[in-house]
């Protein structure tokens, strides 16, 4: 049987496109970032050992999904002892709609991406030490000298304009 000729750059161009929903998913079956992080890094180099076997006449992500699935469960075999770990059987319970929201996940980032653009720089500069960066409320506070409470409540604003803006973009007729 001949083997099929491979697609280096559709596969890159997949692997690519793709890699913020398979990282969407590892971190929806996994209990922490680390070990999501490791889930997924341990899913690229799959998904490279096996490029080949990929047909890059199908879709990419769908058999990215099935090598990411088997991944994280491997990873959760190697790592049962730790509590936070959900079962096998319950990651199987949750790949497919986890795969789902998954595909969707580059539709929401896009529509993430369109709504930060609306936003003053400040806040996103706000935004981006708080949920990027990881500086606590206080550290923002100090900063940008206000107060803990305004910066809370900021970020409250923000999220919510941001879910509102990302919701009229993804169903604009509701």
């Excluded at 075999?77 to 969707?104: C, G, H, K, N, P």
Aim: aromatic share 6%.
């Amino acid at each position: 049987m001949a083997q099929r000729d491979f697609d280096q750059a559709r596969f890159i161009a997949g692997l690519t496109r793709h890699q913020p929903a398979l990282e969407a998913f590892c971190h929806a079956q996994l209990a922490n970032r680390q070990d999501a992080q490791e889930a997924l890094q341990a899913t690229c180099v799959k998904l490279w050992e096996k490029a080949a076997d990929w047909d890059a006449e199908t879709e990419f992500l769908p058999w990215a999904f099935v090598v990411a699935r088997f991944t994280v469960l491997s990873h959760i075999r190697d790592r049962m002892r730790d509590r936070l770990i959900f079962d096998e059987d319950v990651v199987l319970a949750m790949a497919q709609e986890t795969e789902s929201a998954a595909a969707e996940f580059e539709e929401r980032r896009e529509a993430l991406g369109n709504c930060m653009r609306k936003l003053k720089a400040e806040q996103r500069g706000i935004l981006h030490a708080h949920y990027l960066t990881g500086r606590t409320v206080r550290e923002i506070a100090t900063a940008t000298q206000r107060s803990e409470s305004a910066v809370k409540m900021t970020l409250l604003r923000l999220r919510e304009q941001l879910s509102e803006c990302i919701q009229r973009q993804l169903h604009p007729s509701s």
